[in-house]
């Protein structure tokens, strides 16, 4: 199985500065098709995981444009430019690629 | 709006059977995969199965294999994870997820198992 690892595992930052997670994955999910299948996802606090990045790089309907993700090959990063209250929970990151699915063991992000 | 409501989770016996069901509306279902992941207690999410459009093609996690079967009814619009032998392990909130990569999410249904 493709073994997704995240750094850090927790993040506390102070509201109105940015935030980086990093995910790497232990094998390229760039796709035959051209696309790279690499997403990102936050569970808030009592809600259900929601998608916010998609294809590496694209914001899902809905998402604020502080949040944005870049990366290549095996090495991705999350980035929030101006992390708000409302951006604490889990974040995960998880390929596309291969089955089965695999999740990276999450980054638990609290406001400082 | 995309709408996925899970039911049928709940308490069982090592052993024991649950069949989980997804209600879709806001999108047309047929057209898309489907999935089901999970989180368990103080652990982190994982994906547990998903299936085709038209349900020829389902594909599992290998703790699962042999055990859950999903499968779905385009006509009711409708999602479903039959899980047979359960172990404690299972226990866990079950999302049932649009796309064979999650995008919408619905609510979860908690299942547990425990004598």
């Known amino acids: 199985d493709i073994v997704m690892t995240q750094t850090p595992l927790s993040l506390s930052v102070t509201p109105g500065q940015p935030a980086s997670i990093s995910c790497k994955s232990s094998?390229?999910?760039?796709?035959?098709?051209?696309?790279?299948?690499l997403f990102w996802y936050l569970q808030k606090p009592g809600q259900s995981p929601q998608l916010l990045i998609y294809?590496?790089?694209s914001r899902f309907s809905g998402v604020p444009d502080r949040f944005s993700g870049s990366g290549s090959g095996t090495d991705f990063t999350l980035k929030i430019s101006r992390v708000e209250a409302e951006d604490v929970g889990v974040y995960y990151c998880m390929q596309g690629v291969y089955l089965p699915r695999t999740f990276g063991q999450g980054t638990k992000v609290e406001i400082k | 709006e995309v709408q996925l409501v899970e039911s049928g989770g709940g308490l069982v016996q090592p052993g024991g059977s649950l069949r989980l069901s997804c209600a879709a509306s806001?999108?047309?279902?047929?057209?898309?995969?489907m999935s089901w992941v999970r989180r368990a207690p103080g652990k982190g999410l994982e994906w547990v199965a998903n299936i085709k459009q038209d349900g020829s093609e389902k594909y599992y996690v290998d703790s699962v294999k042999g055990r859950f079967t999903i499968s779905r009814d385009n006509a009711k619009n409708s999602l479903y994870l039959q899980m047979n032998s359960l172990r404690a392990e299972d226990t866990a909130v079950y999302y049932c997820?649009?796309?064979?990569?999650?995008?919408?999410w619905g609510q979860g249904t908690l299942v547990t198992v425990s004598s």
């Open positions: 294809e590496v790089s």
């Open positions: 997820a649009t796309g064979g990569n999650p995008g919408y």
């Open positions: 094998q390229s999910l760039l796709h035959s098709d051209g696309k790279t299948y």
């Open positions: 806001g999108f047309s279902f047929s057209s898309y995969w």
